[in-house]
């Protein structure tokens, strides 16, 4: 499940109504699709930002809200969610909460009108996964130089890729962050405009090696996607790329 646990919130930081409302908002909320898939919204109080994430299509967005006010609508809040990765993109999210248990989200993406995305619907609490949330982007390695194969040239700088294969030059986005027991790997494939083209994942693993002159640096990519209950391999090989840092000669 792609879902962490959840953090205690003070209760000496909610006595706004911001603050109420945010509280009853926390946690994962979840919308079944007709297909049989499931789409999930969690909002995490304590770090305000807002995850969603879709069963069926693979996807997980990430939103740091960056405007909170009420309507005129009891129990109704609107925000302005920004993306983590690509800041240009914001969400417009309206939510009303009809009861504890049950929420409804109406998003469009700002600058975009009267288009609802994929996220937008009636939620149910999650109950079976109450005491979890989707994962905070975290990064347990720090992803950086070239790496290599007989096919392939990867390059990292800072959160950003240039990958080069026989199908020629992509850039973006790459994020690295723990799930569950595993570390995932995001490379997001950006198209001239900045815009979403292709999202790859994968379970991601590196080793370390030292010889006299150089470390060895292995990372390990396993294509694949999210679901609700795990990763799921994709099937194709693969990917292992290496760096090689020179070490530094001495008299």
């Known amino acids: 499940m792609l879902l962490i646990l959840l953090s205690s919130i003070p209760a000496i930081a909610q006595n706004t109504p911001a603050d109420r409302f945010k509280s009853r908002l926390d946690g994962a909320w979840v919308k079944k699709e007709k297909d049989g898939s499931s789409t999930i919204i969690n909002f995490n109080y304590s770090s305000n930002d807002i995850i969603m994430f879709n069963d069926a299509q693979?996807?997980?967005?990430?939103?740091?809200?960056s405007q909170f006010s009420p309507t005129v609508r009891e129990?109704?809040?609107?925000?302005?969610?920004?993306n983590d990765m690509v800041p240009f993109i914001k969400m417009n999210i309206t939510i009303r909460l009809e009861s504890d248990n049950?929420?409804?989200?109406?998003?469009?993406?700002?600058?975009?009108?009267?288009?609802?995305?994929?996220?937008?619907?009636?939620y149910s609490k999650m109950t079976e996964y109450g005491e979890?949330?989707?994962?905070?982007?975290?990064?347990?390695f720090v992803l950086d130089g070239r790496y290599k194969n007989e096919t392939m040239t990867l390059i990292f700088s800072r959160n950003h890729f240039t990958l080069t294969d026989e199908k020629?030059?992509?850039?973006?986005?790459?994020?690295?962050?723990?799930?569950g027991d595993i570390s995932i790997l995001e490379l997001r494939h950006l198209g001239k405009e900045g815009k979403l083209e292709h999202l790859f994942q994968y379970?991601?693993?590196?080793?370390?090696?030292?010889?006299?002159?150089?470390?060895?640096?292995?990372?390990?990519m396993l294509p694949g996607k999210i679901k609700i209950h795990?990763?799921?391999?994709?099937?194709?090989?693969?990917?292992?790329?290496?760096?090689?840092?020179?070490?530094?000669?001495?008299?």
Not at 168 to 179: E, K, P, R, W
């Open 58 to 65: 693979g996807v997980q967005e990430v939103y740091l809200c």
């Open 75 to 82: 129990n109704t809040w609107y925000m302005v969610g920004t």
């Open 102 to 122: 049950v929420c409804h989200f109406t998003v469009r993406e700002d600058g975009i009108k009267n288009e609802e995305v994929i996220w937008t619907g009636r």
């Open 132 to 140: 979890k949330k989707a994962p905070k982007v975290e990064k347990q």
């Open 168 to 179: 020629g030059i992509h850039s973006g986005l790459a994020a690295l962050y723990d799930f």
């Open 203 to 220: 379970k991601f693993e590196h080793s370390i090696t030292e010889t006299e002159d150089a470390i060895i640096v292995e990372i390990t």
């Open 230 to 251: 795990g990763f799921k391999p994709s099937g194709e090989p693969k990917l292992v790329l290496i760096q090689k840092i020179a070490k530094e000669k001495t008299e």
